[in-house]
């Protein structure tokens, strides 16, 4: 039996003085296989992430590990509680307007401070000493006067110094009315491969203030800054954000699946010994991020969204039936609206009351077979 050890850590204090702190789960063994972080629910609604990692921690218990693992159910301890009425909000911080999870640093510019110092440095020692100059960068931003960051900031900062230790960092995350889909850096395409989850978006290997990509681009622009120098190394790290549906609710037995699927890609990453999981035989689909379509509400009203997710959709095909009871008598009340390229429904708005302009549904486009 595996030990799990949990650590708090503080990332700020709340109004009247207590600690603001964040769970921590550790599972290590032999330390041969990859370094593992994993962490959910960054947004306040986005709960299915905690049912995973508690799935995920009860097969871990018992399975024979060659990697440490870091897991962190409650990414963000503000954005969960950001309640209105009924429905969680903690997609945005309540004092700034940021969203949570584009408050991360870019580090890309170490890279190439790093290959000017070390342009003849080992192979073998690349990893760890790039590895150590992005902590102790990070660590450093922490350290500085307590009056220069904001609490979203000193949240991400805390979780992006757990992620630089690993070399394998899945963020879990759901959309409002979601079908499962992976944000995949291109370089790493082969491994969306290795997923139970039938829809890829292929994303550049760039910085858009994301975990994932605060994450891997450090390590990407390190492969081309050393590519430059006319040495080539490989990317020592991959870093996923993983969509598992909707949000506002946990699926337990869904949630079993979805451990599945990411042990499935930890045992490719030979983080286990002896393991039989292993990706399912279903056919996936890629959308690059400038192919992924964003379908805005034509008109308000109330509507009926009819397009199946995670299905293929036909141009010509209705979408959604957009009710305007206010116009009952004066012109036709129930619209129809449709879709003027083949596509596939990823996901749409959460309800059903619309405004003219409101993000209504998000299409893959231009898809290809993985």
């Not at 000017?116 to 760890?128: R, T």
Request: with cysteine; aromatic share 10%.
């Amino acid at each position: 039996m595996n030990i799990i050890t949990q650590q708090n850590i503080q990332v700020g204090e709340i109004a009247n003085g207590l600690p603001l702190t964040i769970p921590v789960y550790r599972i290590k063994d032999d330390g041969n296989g990859p370094k593992v972080y994993i962490q959910a629910n960054m947004h306040g609604a986005e709960v299915q992430g905690n049912a995973v990692i508690y799935q995920l921690l009860e097969q871990l218990k018992t399975l024979s590990l060659a990697a440490d693992i870091t897991l962190v159910p409650y990414a963000n301890p503000i954005g969960c509680n950001q309640k209105s009425g009924e429905f969680t909000l903690g997609r945005f911080d309540p004092i700034t307007g940021t969203n949570w999870n584009r408050m991360y640093q870019d580090h890309s510019s170490l890279a190439y401070e790093f290959v000017e110092k070390y342009v003849d440095l080992p192979l073998e020692q690349i990893k760890p000493q790039f590895r150590q100059v992005l902590l102790e960068h990070t660590t450093a931003q922490l350290d500085a006067p307590l009056d220069r960051l904001t609490t979203g900031k000193r949240i991400a900062l805390n979780l992006q110094r757990l992620a630089h230790e690993a070399e394998l960092v899945l963020d879990l995350h759901t959309g409002p009315i979601s079908a499962k889909h992976l944000y995949c850096p291109e370089y790493a395409k082969e491994s969306a491969r290795y997923f139970d989850i039938p829809h890829v978006l292929l994303i550049p290997n760039e910085f858009d203030g994301a975990l994932d990509e605060a994450s891997f681009c450090p390590w990407w622009h390190l492969k081309l800054a050393y590519e430059a120098k006319g040495r080539n190394i490989p990317v020592f790290t991959e870093a996923f954000t993983v969509e598992l549906g909707s949000q506002e609710k946990i699926d337990l037995t869904e949630a079993q699946h979805d451990a599945n699927s990411i042990l499935s890609y930890l045992n490719y990453k030979q983080a286990f010994y002896g393991a039989h999981f292993a990706p399912k035989e279903i056919t996936r689909y890629t959308c690059q991020l400038e192919n992924y379509r964003t379908f805005y509400a034509p008109m308000g009203g109330m509507v009926e969204y009819t397009a199946t997710l995670g299905e293929h959709i036909k141009a010509g095909q209705t979408i959604a039936k957009i009710l305007r009871m206010e116009r009952y008598l004066s012109e036709t009340p129930l619209n129809e609206i449709k879709l003027d390229e083949d596509a596939i429904a990823i996901l749409h708005f959460a309800s059903a009351s619309v405004n003219q302009g409101t993000e209504l549904y998000k299409f893959f486009t231009q898809v290809e077979r993985l």
